[in-house]
């Protein structure tokens, strides 16, 4: 009898430890995922127009107040997707699109107001999903969130990074204001030629605070 309690005992044990296992495996694939997610912010429209749109569900992840900090180096941190932009949204000028990747690729400390300590390489032009995460639905002309500290944005296309996978001479753009574009509006995404001119707005990653006094801003 006791040797049977015993076996029953023991087969309870290993039971447990499985079930233990199992969950811990669960829990940990479950975590994965949880973090391989990438939950979709809210569009700024605060406004309803109708019961269940957007201004009235507000939905999605929610701002961070405040949305920008000015770190008073030429450089904006975007606090809701911690990309740092650069302050002054049209240093360049218009470009073609390789105009506007060199540029964006060559921008350094002590160009366009920049006392960051960044380097070449640092800086990039934005793909098109950095670009459109800018936009405030809520706001117009520019289509960007109140109270931003941006300067010298004017009512213009911007060239992103990101080609369109068919027609390969064209790249992406997004429409800042109504830029006197007949039919098109603010925000609006499109393709362009790559040749042809369009403004620049360089990012750079999460900033680095620089610890070894190298002078060098690399992230």
Avoid at 113 to 139: A, F, K, P, Y
């Amino acid at each position: 009898m006791k040797e049977k309690l015993k076996q029953l005992i023991s087969i309870q044990s290993m039971m447990a430890l499985v079930s233990f296992v199992l969950l811990s495996i669960l829990t940990i694939q479950t975590s994965a995922i949880a973090q391989n997610t990438a939950p979709v912010p809210q569009t700024g429209q605060t406004q309803s127009y109708a019961a269940g749109d957007d201004g009235d569900l507000q939905m999605g992840v929610q701002w961070p107040d405040p949305r920008f900090t000015d770190n008073g180096d030429g450089t904006v941190t975007d606090n809701l997707t911690e990309l740092i932009w650069l302050k002054n949204a049209d240093c360049f000028g218009s470009k073609d699109w390789l105009g506007a990747l060199n540029a964006s690729n060559n921008l350094a400390d002590g160009q366009c107001g920049l006392s960051d300590g960044s380097i070449l390489g640092d800086w990039r032009l934005s793909n098109v999903r950095e670009l459109r995460s800018l936009i405030d639905h809520g706001q117009f002309e520019p289509p960007l969130p109140s109270g931003n500290p941006f300067i010298n944005v004017p009512l213009d296309d911007y060239w992103s990074s990101t080609t369109v996978p068919d027609f390969t001479d064209d790249a992406w753009i997004v429409l800042i204001g109504s830029g006197g574009d007949i039919g098109f509006t603010f925000g609006q995404v499109r393709n362009e030629p790559k040749d042809s001119f369009y403004r620049v707005w360089p990012v750079r990653d999460e900033y680095q605070v620089l610890i070894d006094g190298d002078g060098g801003g690399g992230t």
